[in-house]
């Protein structure tokens, strides 16, 4: 688990951080979001079932340097 202070960073809520990875010209940060209960849209039950994960890029402004 990273540091609290990453989160507060990144002005980031309900993320789990589980990788930071420094090169040459880049930082990349991997996060997960905390899965919340939402409803079915074919039966109108709540859960908290996970459909699919997918890796999404975000750019930003540079961060120590590094895109």
């Not at 905390?34 to 930003?60: L, W």
Request: hydrophobic residues 30%; aromatic residues 8%.
């Amino acid at each position: 688990m990273q540091p609290n202070y990453i989160r507060l960073l990144l002005n980031l809520e309900d993320i789990k951080i589980f990788k930071i990875t420094h090169s040459d010209t880049c930082v990349n940060i991997f996060i997960e979001t905390t899965p919340k209960p939402h409803i079915c849209p074919c039966c109108g039950n709540s859960t908290k079932r996970i459909h699919d994960y997918r890796m999404q890029k975000i750019k930003d402004l540079p961060f120590q340097l590094k895109n």
